[in-house]
């Protein structure tokens, strides 16, 4: 998300000074939308840029940042008066401070911190993009490439969950029979396999569109995140029920699946805001859909 943004909005000196850390791994990148009162409602939140000669102060509370802990350099989103903005900061800018995050549920190698931002003082060069934009180009620029790893992440597990079920399936007998032969397992299996075709055909298509920079790419980018994160959110509890006890060990084939699984349904647009989202959109293209159907009856 912070290489995509910086290559889409940077500034040539933005770009020539961090491109080359970031792509190489020298560098590490972290983007900070969420506030601690504002998750889902990006427009409420409330860091604030205020500008200082030269400088811009920045003041604010960011929370569950990926890779926090670690990175070198933030993507900040906030407001200059009542323009949206985003300005770079390095980490080591006085008045930070970097709080590693609560242990989570699942996402556990993601190095989360909660960051405050207290009177940052950063120069004007650092504002990144267009001001005023940061909301409406900016943000669901990042949140695409967010979108679409979330949604790659989401088919990996999928696979893995069946992958690692096929095998047990087979192999494990309970009243004489292999798993496979109950006619319970066969449903619950088949589900859990086609959920990861199904999921595996609408990221790829979505990532087709996105490579070929086609406009509704975003849309296609939302559906399969959403769809890819509910199928694994209960398809995971499937690969636990199918292998029993041995699915519930913290050091077993599929429990972190499942803990992971959840998490992917919260972030980069939680299912609900992708249901606002997408239900409108969804409306409009099949109402168009309808409409052309009625006209070229007419023609007809
Ligand atoms: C592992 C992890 C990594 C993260 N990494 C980052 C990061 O790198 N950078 C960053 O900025 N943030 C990050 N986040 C934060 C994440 O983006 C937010 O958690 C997410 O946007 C949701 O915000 P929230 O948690 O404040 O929930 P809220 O917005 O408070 O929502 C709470 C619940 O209410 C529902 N809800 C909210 N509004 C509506 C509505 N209008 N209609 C219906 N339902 C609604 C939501 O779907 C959700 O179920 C991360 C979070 C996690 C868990």
Redesign the pocket.
Known sequence: ?VLQSLLRWGSDQQKSELLPELASGRKLG?????EPN????LEGIKTTFVEVGDMIEVSGS???????AIADVFIV?GRLGDKPVAILIDKDTPGIKINPAPE?L??RA?H?ANIQLNGCMVHKDNLFGHPGTAFRFMAPYALDW?RLSVTWACVGMLRACVEETAEFVLRRESFGHALIEHGSVRSLFTELAIQYDAALLLTLQATRLKDAQVAHASNDILTAKYFSSRAIAGQAATAVQLFGARGCEETGPVARFYRDAK?ME????????S??LLAKRYAIRHNNTKKREIETMGQN
Do not use: N, P, Y
């Open positions: 998300m972290a983007i900070c939308f969420t504002a998750g889902s409602d960011k929370k569950w940042i990926t890779c926090g989103f989570m699942g996402f993601a989360l967010g998490i919260i972030i980069e647009g939680s299912t609900q805001i249901e606002i």
